[in-house]
């Protein structure tokens, strides 16, 4: 019974309610108003019988709810036989009841539509002059028009607005079936999508996260309202270079790299994170959607790529720095000729002998040195990246590179001139990666500039955030139709087989992830200058 009860739409159950209001009310109307018996008797069973198949209809609805538009059209015809007993027994067209005749029709128009309702109001018209009587209808045809007019019209009202209705249900039906189709596509591409999904509100606290998410970040327990440095880094701190942190702050989409050890195998990976914002009608940052993309790969192909670029700079260096080594050992040379000639003389009376020898020895001492500075800043160049981001001393870096590229420098008779401002905060990144960003910046310098003029590297504070290294040249400068494909992988101006086109792609891409970025001017004939920005941090 209640599942029956619970298939009935809203106006099945108003149906059943006017039913039960018009026995009510009918049953009242006759207890108070004074009738001749006989009327009264006839218009009892008259509301006995309205009863009798009222009852009985919604019997066999609840038993058969799939049936109840044919009830309703058996009923209706029952409805009408009421009427026109209730209209004969109540004085024709001069009865009260005429409104139930509205209200039948105003119920099957809503119910079954236009043509349904419009042919309800003829049945109704026929069905009402018949109950006022024929004979009368010449002295009131006046006033029944007028009656059977506001029948048709209100047939053709309520029909209109069911079509309306229905037209308007049917579309949000539609709609719906389209929203759910959406979603449920929109379920599969994030399930299945091989990034990782998470969504995070202002507070950076965790509202979402999609399965590969979970996976990755051992979330089995329940993680929604949980911040997201707890769950994801397992740590009680913000991370200091989140991308979300600038997102919120900025109202822009960013993005970082960040390291992350795995606490079950201590595996690590590297993820691109980029933080989307999703702002409210108002234009604030409501909620902000994370995109974790696993570059463990890429960034190993990336180092892969560094390191093989870095050996053909020191290939490239190699001669020079066997040329700076052999100076020094040269020069120790002489200087153990000359102990040794001190040692094999007979000595004198005075301390020349243990001066002479000192001086070599610290001579020697000092060469030894030099030859050290060389072939640490050769291998330091050399070595395998570590992606380990530490603080460093721009400007012991530019040192370091000018010493390997000094030789060759002088070689092709090419100045290279410090301007390095002193005491320059630290920033946070990779030495050997960013010695092989200046050292391909000062190649390309000495290699398109003429024998003479001076290359310049100067050092300094872009804003109170941002250091800046320029390295400038007077040089045969790049023409306006390649300066924008120059940092464009295998681009080059060299000769066949004298360059790879690499080396500004991989020195942007260093640049970038220390979150920095590279600008250019140059000018035919006149000179080039690179400019390097990147942020200070200690890391």
């Known amino acids: 019974m209640l599942s029956s009860l619970k298939k009935l739409s809203a106006v099945d159950k108003l149906f059943a309610l006017l039913r039960v209001i018009a026995i009510a009310g009918g049953v009242t109307w006759l207890f108070l108003t004074p009738l001749p018996s006989q009327q009264a008797t006839r218009l009892f069973l008259t509301f006995g019988f309205f009863c009798f198949y009222s009852i009985l209809l919604y019997t066999v609805i609840l038993m058969k709810p799939d049936a109840i538009r044919t009830l309703y059209y058996f009923a209706f015809f029952l409805d009408l036989i009421f009427l026109f007993l209730l209209i004969r027994l109540t004085g024709g067209f001069q009865s009260d009841f005429l409104l139930a005749f509205l209200l039948l029709i105003a119920l099957h128009s809503f119910y079954f539509g236009l043509h349904f309702g419009l042919f309800v109001a003829a049945l109704a018209s026929v069905t009402y002059l018949f109950a006022g009587g024929i004979s009368a209808f010449p002295e009131n045809w006046v006033v029944v028009a007028l009656r059977i007019g506001f029948f048709f019209l209100t047939g053709a009202a309520l029909g209109l607005l069911s079509r309306k209705e229905t037209q308007d249900r049917e579309r949000i039906e539609q709609l719906n079936r389209e929203l759910v189709n959406e979603r449920n596509k929109l379920s599969q591409i994030l399930e299945g999508i091989d990034a990782g999904l998470i969504l995070l509100d202002s507070e950076r606290q965790i509202l979402w996260m999609n399965r590969i998410s979970e996976s990755w970040f051992d979330a089995s327990q329940e993680v929604c309202g949980r911040q997201c440095h707890e769950v994801i880094w397992k740590g009680e701190r913000h991370c200091t270079e989140c991308p979300t942190v600038r997102c919120l702050t900025s109202g822009k989409i960013e993005t970082g790299e960040l390291e992350y050890t795995f606490q079950g195998n201590g595996d690590v990976r590297y993820f691109r994170i980029t933080s989307a914002p999703l702002p409210d009608e108002n234009g604030n940052v409501e909620r ?29 260096l190699a001669s ?8 020094p050992l040269s020069a120790i040379a002489v200087c153990v000729q000359e102990i040794a000639e001190a040692l094999a003389s007979p000595r004198s009376g005075n301390n020349k002998f243990d001066v002479d020898i000192r001086q070599n020895l610290d001579y020697i001492r000092e ?27 721009i400007n012991q870096v530019l040192r370091n590179v000018v010493m390997l590229v ?20 630290a ?12 050292l391909n910046l000062l190649l390309n310098a000495i290699e398109f500039t003429p024998a003479g003029p001076t290359i310049q590297i100067i050092s300094g504070m872009q ?46 891409r ?6 920095g970025w590279i600008e250019v001017e140059s000018q035919l004939n006149k000179g080039t200058t690179f400019t390097v920005y990147l942020p200070v941090g200690e890391g």
């Open 288 to 316: 902000v959607l994370e995109l974790f993309q696993d570059v463990t790969e890429e960034k190993e192909l990336q180092l892969h790529l560094i390191q093989s670029s870095k050996l053909a700079a020191v290939g490239e």
């Open 320 to 327: 020079g720095t066997a040329h700076e080594i052999n100076n």
């Open 367 to 393: 060469e030894i040195q030099r030859c050290k500075r060389i072939t640490t800043g050769l291998l330091n160049l050399a070595r395998k990246s570590e992606h380990r981001k530490v603080p460093v001393d």
């Open 406 to 425: 000094r030789y060759k420098a002088r070689k092709e008779r090419k100045d290279i001139e410090l301007k390095l401002t002193p005491n320059l905060p």
């Open 427 to 438: 920033v946070s990144g990779e030495s050997d990666a960013l010695s092989q960003v200046f």
């Open 463 to 508: 804003d109170e955030i941002t250091l800046f290294v320029k390295i400038a040249d007077q040089g045969f400068g790049i023409s306006p139709q390649n300066l924008n494909k120059i940092f464009q992988p295998f681009f080059t101006t060299k000769p066949a087989g004298s360059g790879t086109g690499l080396g500004l792609p991989i020195s942007q």
């Open 510 to 515: 260093i640049v970038k992830a220390h979150g």
